[in-house]
């Protein structure tokens, strides 16, 4: 069955935060248009001709808002050209509070986007200057109020463990996100990632992480968020079925610089640089830069760690019919090390606790 999720990536930025290992750059000149004719070039080599009716799309990043209006304009263009879209289609979009424009938003109610999904981080103005962000917290304010004005569901990237932050503050900008009318928050903790300004940080300077995510783990629910995954929170019926897709082991077709795709068992990843990304492409040959094909085993211990993100967990029935019941067996079997406070077991299957989901990094490195 072919794929019917897309993830497009783009790979600019208007300034690299010190956080932030992500595959992209702030763009020199002409950059763009080569990013947004390489792409083209992608779906032509990638699809043949061949025209797949996405029930999911997501455009992210790096920071889709980098792209002009114009340069959208060019970008739903080359999307129409050779996707089709279920009637319920789920479009979400990236943003930053920054470039985030009325045109932006217009581009977006006119085409097909449903979800905005905006990089918020803090709501404290002493944080986002020190992460290095280019938005305040009234500038965050600005693009949730316009972008539910136009219509979209609302989400929010936060994050926690920030280099002394305080319990009171994370505190407030839970409080502050869950009263701005979202209807998704993502909650990342601070991780230190090599070849970033704050690769060096002395991590005793860290906040509290597993005293923030607790908190926020008791707090969201009662403002009517749902956890439905590790790090995200929803109002019920507003999760993001894009990523669903991804931790329910689904295909999809991942294009642009860096951009990862798993079809028919195989696991590709694009080539990061925009230049070796677009020379390949010129060449005539997908920019594929690695492959992996999954024996059945990894596909399964991969699977068990996907669905255990989910509140949901592994379904037994559903994994049995299809890694068997000697991988589902070796699953349990890995479970079976850790406190029985950090996770449920029963006929229906597996799925973390509250608890559980704290710690969830160790639990997984054990399936894994």
């Not at 503050?169 to 869950?178: F, I, Q, R, S």
């Not at 990632?193 to 597993?210: F, I, M, N, R």
């Not at 925009?274 to 020379?279: E, I, N, T, V």
């Amino acid at each position: 069955m072919p794929p019917k999720s897309l993830y497009i990536h783009v790979p600019f930025c208007e300034r690299k935060c010190a956080y932030c290992a992500f595959a992209s750059a702030v763009p020199k000149k002409g950059e763009r248009g080569l990013y947004l004719e390489a792409l083209a070039k992608e779906f032509d080599i990638r699809l043949r001709g061949t025209r797949l009716k996405l029930e999911t799309c997501y455009v992210g990043g790096g920071t889709p808002t980098a792209l002009s209006p114009a340069q959208w304009n060019s970008l739903v263009a080359t999307v129409e050209k050779h996707f089709d879209f279920a009637p319920a289609a789920e479009v979400t979009v990236e943003a930053n509070p920054n470039s985030l424009t009325a045109e932006h938003l217009k581009i977006w109610r006119d085409w097909r986007v449903t979800r905005v999904s905006i990089g918020v981080q803090s709501f404290d103005d002493a944080e986002l200057k020190l992460m290095g962000r280019l938005h305040d917290a009234d500038g965050a304010r600005r693009a949730i109020a316009a972008a539910l004005s136009c219509g979209f569901d609302v989400g929010a990237d936060l994050i926690f463990g920030l280099p002394r932050q305080t319990f009171r503050g994370w505190g407030l900008t839970l409080h502050e996100a869950a009263h701005r009318g979202l209807s998704h928050i993502s909650l990342y903790q601070l991780t230190l990632e090599e070849g970033t300004p704050w690769a060096s940080l002395d991590e005793k300077l860290l906040g509290d992480g597993y005293a923030a995510y607790r908190w926020a783990q008791w707090y969201l629910p009662r403002r009517g968020y749902a956890q439905y995954e590790v790090a995200n929170f929803a109002v019920p019926g507003r999760e993001s079925r894009h990523n669903a897709n991804y931790w329910r082991e689904g295909e999809y077709i991942g294009a642009g610089p860096a951009a990862v795709s798993y079809t028919a068992g195989l696991r590709s990843k694009n080539y990061g640089s925009l230049a070796r990304y677009a020379k390949s492409l010129e060449e005539g040959a997908l920019p594929i830069e690695e492959s992996e094909e999954l024996t059945a085993e990894k596909s399964a211990r991969e699977a068990a760690v996907l669905a255990l993100r989910m509140t949901e967990g592994v379904f037994a029935e559903n994994f049995i019919k299809r890694y068997g019941e000697k991988n589902y067996r070796s699953v349990c079997s890995a479970m079976q090390k850790f406190p029985r406070a950090l996770y449920e077991i029963d006929n229906r299957g597996i799925r973390l606790t509250k608890k559980g989901m704290r710690v969830a990094n160790i639990i997984w490195s054990e399936i894994i």
